[in-house]
């Protein structure tokens, strides 16, 4: 136990200003608690890293009201779908996938399913964002600070820091600690996370360069093109990567190597010799900006937290790049945990309910570090159709690449099994059910009773939107006057939040006298809000006089199919629930 008075004092400390961390501070500060990051950085990330965007992170980054900068800084979702399969940039193309929603039946469906669309937001843009506005709501950040480690006891943690620029230590003692400092988290270690997987699966190298590639791009216009290319199944994603960073200037290379011998030499005539192998162009004006190696991982924290200890991001999951799942999580655990800490520090919610943030997340993880991995081992039949596979000289692989232009029916053949590989892609590139079709089981859920329907198509491919408890609230458009928003727009912000129609009176007075205070929604004919397409009435799974309960964090946690039999019975059953869900049953 410490005895010595730490040198600051606040209520969350959070290691790591990443996706992970800015979000949490983000949340925290908009929902008035006190928090502080530190980051061993004097800096915020100075390369693109992560950068797709789904939509279920779009929905969090509404909420807390950046939404409209991030897509005003993002590349837009109609310039990333045209996912291409070449030999080169200037070489010959092999197929392409409309990605990303851009294939017209999938860009409906992403219409149907959210108020928001997908963007393409490097994380060296993201940041600042997210930072930005954590502090200009409260949160107090200081670069160049190193966790060293933490004590804790039971009412609070004492962390040691070392300030880098004086090169000293104090102490921050903080009532709970999160760690989101990315996958080589030493906050997971210290806390002793057990993990299941394994690191350094394989090598990667990513060089970021500036190059006008218009003349190859912007008539294909897309996030990634994939390079088919003597040496591209060397370690690494499965094969040579050229994704764009901001059209059609910036960009950055992901390319193998083997991890069992070391990564190369990242000189800069080694990354321009790979971008111009990449390119297909020697003649091409080329700045190489920076180069850096990583491995790919697959591993997964079994426990996201230790007593007052949490972590999140990178560090509970360790993954490729593969289905642009990585900041997508990472904003999505610190979602979570945010809205729980708030409750639980200002005493409306018990301890016990921070409990259920690993319940709910570690499924998460383990399933997008699953997904991820599986994709790279997707990309094989692409070289497989191609016989590209086995060892072989570069002329071979040439041969066998124009072969699939004969007149023959070997040659028909290939081109049928390399058609079916690059669709069968759409597992990384349109994978909109693992995007959206997160559900929850943990006590902060009251099951309604009712059995679990499954899912009638493939749940990685499709979102399939309830209302049952556990999943995220379904979006309709709504209307309030002249105003059109989603049903999604009227939750959130930190609060619980009932749902009802006509005939649910009793719902919206016993909603009134709760505490926490619950937010009341009436949809229907004549009422706030109304449902003029109908499209409410098909979503929501109950009775007009029925009632959804909705976390701050937008996910159903209560639901009751009819009116409420009298305000009494109302009354009852949503104490029993708020109960149940913060911890106090």
């Known amino acids: 136990m410490h005895t010595v008075e730490p040198d600051v004092e606040t209520d969350v400390l959070i290691v790591g200003s990443g996706p992970a961390g800015a979000s949490a501070a983000l949340a925290l500060s908009t929902y008035g608690v006190p928090n502080i990051v530190v980051t061993r950085y004097s800096g915020l990330a100075d390369t693109p890293r992560a950068h797709i965007t789904n939509q279920r992170t779009m929905e969090v980054l509404r909420d807390l009201g950046v939404e409209d900068e991030v897509v005003d800084k993002a590349t837009p979702q109609h310039l990333m779908g045209d996912t291409t399969f070449c030999t080169s940039l200037a070489g010959e193309e092999l197929g392409r996938i409309r990605s990303w929603g851009n294939d017209p039946l999938v860009q409906a469906a992403h219409e149907l399913a959210s108020p928001t669309r997908m963007c393409d937001m490097p994380q060296h843009l993201m940041e600042p964002v997210l930072i930005d506005a954590a502090v200009a709501r409260g949160t107090h950040l200081r670069f160049s600070t190193v966790y060293k480690s933490f004590v804790q006891d039971d009412s609070g943690v004492t962390v040691t820091v070392e300030d880098r620029l004086r090169g ?105 010799r790979i971008v111009r192998k990449l390119v297909g162009d020697d003649e091409i004006p080329v700045t190489i900006k920076s180069s850096s190696a990583w491995t790919v991982n697959e591993m997964y924290a079994e426990t996201y937290s230790n007593g007052r200890v949490f972590c999140a991001g990178d560090a509970t999951h360790r993954h490729p790049p593969s289905n642009g799942l990585g900041s997508n999580t990472s904003v999505q655990d610190s979602y979570n945990l945010a809205w729980k800490l708030k409750h639980v520090l200002d005493g409306t919610a018990s301890p016990k309910l921070l409990d259920t943030y690993t319940a709910e997340r570690a499924p998460i993880g383990r399933q997008i570090v699953t997904r991820a991995n599986r994709s790279i081992a997707e990309t094989a039949p692409v070289f497989e159709a191609l016989d590209g596979l086995s060892p072989q000289t570069p002329e071979q692989l040439w041969a066998n690449i124009a072969a699939r232009k004969d007149a023959t029916e070997a040659a028909g053949e290939q081109r049928a099994a390399l058609r079916e590989a690059i669709a069968h892609k759409v597992y990384e590139f349109n994978a909109h059910g693992v995007d959206l079709n997160q559900r929850y089981d943990s006590a902060a859920i009251v099951p309604d009773g009712t059995p679990d329907p499954g899912f009638d198509r493939d749940p990685e491919l499709y979102h399939q939107p309830t209302s049952r408890p556990g999943a995220r609230l379904p979006h309709a458009w709504i209307t309030s006057g002249t105003r059109r928003l989603s049903t999604l727009d009227t939750v959130g912000r930190g609060r619980f939040t009932l749902l009802t129609g006509i005939g649910g009176e009793s719902w919206v007075r016993a909603a009134r006298t709760r505490t926490p205070r619950i937010a009341t929604v009436v949809i229907g004919p004549g009422q ?25 964090d937008g996910f159903v946690c209560f639901r009751h199919a009819a009116a409420a039999a009298s305000d009494e019975a109302a009354e009852e059953l949503l104490t029993d629930a708020l109960r149940r869900i913060l911890g106090h049953a």
């Open 168 to 272: 000293d230590e104090y102490t921050v003692r903080a009532r709970y600690l999160i760690g989101a400092d990315g996958g080589r988290s030493k906050v997971a270690e210290d806390a002793g996370l057990p993990m299941g997987g394994q690191m350094g699966v394989a090598g990667s190298i990513n060089i970021v360069f500036d190059a006008d590639l218009t003349r190859y791009t912007a008539h294909r216009p897309s996030t990634l093109y994939w390079v088919l290319a003597p040496g591209a199944t060397v370690g690494g994603i499965g094969a040579g990567l050229v994704r764009c960073v901001r059209p059609w200037n910036e960009w950055l290379i992901v390319w193998g190597y083997d991890v069992t011998a070391g990564a190369p030499d990242l000189t800069t005539e080694y990354a321009e």
């Open 528 to 552: 706030e809000y109304e449902d003029p397409y109908g499209d409410w009435a098909r979503l929501s799974e109950v009775a007009d006089g029925g009632a959804l309960l909705v976390r701050p």
